[in-house]
């Protein structure tokens, strides 16, 4: 395939999707269009301004994620911020809007319209508003430190207490920089892990665009060092540019591949694969290659992006999987929705043999907004089991 029949493909590609998103856009406006405006019946002056206000508003989300990337990232953040609060705001109403349908539904024979529909869209509107200061407050609040601890089996006995400190999803891009990383990596330094491991998704943009607001990373300390895997977002974002950027600042990404943490019997393996989703040149996932030869009575920890690799680790012995990705599902209840595509969504569990922690991540992608779904630094205190 030439270069242009490439370039034409991925336009192509983009085009389809833009068009696809565009659509579902549409019709989730005129949802609440009708719902919110027409329903109620309030005279033709606010029927006019509801429509034209929704309009603009369609308009804003698809427009903005377009103009954050292409304006300078001190202007083009407030353009990001714009159009992704009102892509959270539109997530919450359409949740209130449609719980507002089985209370339309019990009522309806006993409340004549319009005074039904004018009630529940007032509902709606308090409802939803009150859910989007929650979800802004616990997405640009502190980020709580959640302690974990996890036993297991063939950890050796001195390693007990071993701390280990993981951050994902930090999405830095047009929303999250550098001074807000900056206090992030003050407080894991704080807690003075003994590794430090970023389960991809660390950033949105390329190295040219955010080399400054990542560079607090290199002052990230742990005694037996810091360690990253791609997540899906490093492959739209260059990712072997910042596979060399995060080596610049003292960071080790593990490309299917393990490396041994401690001394002689005091130690264990520690293995990263590329992401579930990872394309281009030599990238791809090989859990195969990165347990290849390995003494399977060593204590195995596996950091991939993605919950899915845990069946296919718990086939290669490994005792206990680092995820992210899934965000918690960052916004209730669309958690049930990534629950079609991932096995786990938070917290510890355990497939067979191999036990699994997923992240609901350290920042936000998207909607400046976290509902049911608080971000985190785990700090893991792995135990002999």
């Given at each position: 395939m030439t270069c242009s029949t490439a370039i034409v493909r991925r336009l192509g590609l983009f085009l389809v999707f833009f068009g696809i998103v565009s659509s579902i856009l549409f019709a989730a406006h005129h949802y609440l269009y009708a719902r919110l405006v027409v329903a109620p019946s309030l005279g033709d002056t606010w029927t006019h301004a509801g429509a034209a206000t929704f309009v603009i508003a369609g308009f804003t989300a698809p427009a903005g994620m377009i103009a954050s990337r292409l304006l300078p990232?001190?202007?083009?953040?407030?353009?990001?911020?714009?159009?992704?609060?009102?892509?959270?705001?539109?997530?919450?109403?359409?949740?209130?809007?449609?719980?507002?349908?089985?209370?339309?539904?019990?009522?309806?024979?006993?409340?004549?319209?319009?005074?039904?529909?004018?009630?529940?869209?007032?509902?709606?509107?308090?409802?939803?508003?009150?859910?989007?200061?929650?979800?802004?407050?616990?997405?640009?609040?502190?980020?709580?430190?959640?302690?974990?601890?996890v036993a297991l089996a063939r950890l050796p006995a001195s390693l007990s207490g071993f701390k280990l400190v993981q951050l994902s999803d930090l999405h830095i891009g047009p929303m999250l920089g550098r001074s807000w990383l900056e206090d992030i990596v003050a407080r894991v330094n704080d807690l003075d892990p003994d590794v430090v491991a970023i389960t991809g998704?660390?950033?949105?943009?390329?190295?040219?665009?955010?080399?400054d607001q990542v560079a607090p990373l290199a002052a990230l300390r742990a005694k037996h060092g810091v360690y990253f895997v791609t997540g899906n977002h490093e492959y739209y974002s260059g990712v072997d540019a910042w596979i060399a950027e995060l080596s610049r600042l003292g960071i080790r990404?593990?490309?299917?591949?393990?490396?041994?943490?401690?001394?002689?019997?005091?130690?264990?393996?520690?293995?990263?694969?590329?992401?579930?989703r990872a394309f281009g040149g030599d990238h791809g996932r090989d859990l195969a290659r990165a347990v290849r030869d390995r003494d399977p009575d060593r204590e195995l920890v596996l950091l991939a992006h993605q919950p899915k690799q845990i069946h296919e680790a718990a086939e290669h012995g490994v005792g206990l999987q680092l995820s992210g990705h899934t965000h918690g599902g960052q916004i209730f209840p669309w958690t049930l929705f990534v629950r079609l595509d991932q096995p786990f969504i938070a917290g510890l569990g355990r497939h067979r043999d191999t036990q699994i922690y997923v992240s609901r991540g350290t920042g936000y992608w998207g909607p400046p907004m976290r509902v049911g779904a608080p971000a985190e630094i785990t700090l893991l205190r792995l135990q002999r089991e």
């Amino acid at each position: 395939m030439t270069c242009s029949t490439a370039i034409v493909r991925r336009l192509g590609l983009f085009l389809v999707f833009f068009g696809i998103v565009s659509s579902i856009l549409f019709a989730a406006h005129h949802y609440l269009y009708a719902r919110l405006v027409v329903a109620p019946s309030l005279g033709d002056t606010w029927t006019h301004a509801g429509a034209a206000t929704f309009v603009i508003a369609g308009f804003t989300a698809p427009a903005g994620m377009i103009a954050s990337r292409l304006l300078p990232r001190e202007h083009g953040r407030w353009v990001a911020a714009a159009a992704y609060f009102w892509l959270g705001t539109l997530l919450l109403l359409l949740t209130t809007v449609g719980a507002s349908e089985l209370v339309r539904w019990g009522l309806g024979h006993f409340v004549p319209e319009p005074d039904l529909s004018r009630a529940l869209a007032l509902g709606v509107v308090g409802v939803g508003g009150c859910a989007v200061l929650y979800g802004v407050t616990s997405a640009l609040g502190r980020v709580a430190v959640k302690r974990v601890d996890v036993a297991l089996a063939r950890l050796p006995a001195s390693l007990s207490g071993f701390k280990l400190v993981q951050l994902s999803d930090l999405h830095i891009g047009p929303m999250l920089g550098r001074s807000w990383l900056e206090d992030i990596v003050a407080r894991v330094n704080d807690l003075d892990p003994d590794v430090v491991a970023i389960t991809g998704d660390l950033v949105d943009g390329s190295v040219h665009r955010l080399r400054d607001q990542v560079a607090p990373l290199a002052a990230l300390r742990a005694k037996h060092g810091v360690y990253f895997v791609t997540g899906n977002h490093e492959y739209y974002s260059g990712v072997d540019a910042w596979i060399a950027e995060l080596s610049r600042l003292g960071i080790r990404t593990l490309r299917n591949e393990r490396v041994s943490i401690g001394e002689g019997a005091d130690s264990f393996d520690l293995a990263g694969v590329d992401d579930w989703r990872a394309f281009g040149g030599d990238h791809g996932r090989d859990l195969a290659r990165a347990v290849r030869d390995r003494d399977p009575d060593r204590e195995l920890v596996l950091l991939a992006h993605q919950p899915k690799q845990i069946h296919e680790a718990a086939e290669h012995g490994v005792g206990l999987q680092l995820s992210g990705h899934t965000h918690g599902g960052q916004i209730f209840p669309w958690t049930l929705f990534v629950r079609l595509d991932q096995p786990f969504i938070a917290g510890l569990g355990r497939h067979r043999d191999t036990q699994i922690y997923v992240s609901r991540g350290t920042g936000y992608w998207g909607p400046p907004m976290r509902v049911g779904a608080p971000a985190e630094i785990t700090l893991l205190r792995l135990q002999r089991e």
